[in-house]
Nanobody, 124 residues
């Protein structure tokens, strides 16, 4: 069974940085499209970033463009989200997700596997 485990969340001051990691335990990771989503209290889950199977294509939500960078290392079955210039409105639980079709997508329903999430809190 494919499992996704996120790590790297925590408490950070506004303007700070964090790097999230997501390790995929099994399956043909190098063929998966990978995405990051987030959900703040009282809000719906929203798209953050996505990357295709060979890192040739990346997509970002407008709210994070220029501040966040998604990347992957297929040899380590890991996808990353580097988050810079963090703002209080970035506070949320961040989830990684895997799409067997290999293409990045902003649509949560297209993803086949999800992690349990990691909390990111941006506060002074």
């Amino acid at each position: 069974q494919v499992q996704l485990v996120e790590s790297g969340g925590g408490l950070v001051q506004p303007g700070g940085s964090l790097r999230l990691s997501c390790v995929v335990s099994s399956g043909p990771f190098s063929r998966y499209g990978m995405g990051w989503f987030r959900q703040a209290p009282g809000k719906e889950r929203e798209f953050v970033a996505a990357i295709n199977w060979n890192s040739g294509s990346t997509y970002y939500a407008d709210s994070v463009k220029g501040r966040f960078v998604i990347s992957r290392t297929n040899a380590k079955n890991t996808v990353y989200l580097q988050m810079n210039s963090l703002k209080p409105e970035d506070t949320a639980v961040y989830y990684c997700a895997a799409d067997q079709r290999g293409s990045p997508t902003v649509v949560a329903g297209r993803y086949d596997y999800w992690g349990q999430g990691t909390q990111v809190t941006v506060s002074s």
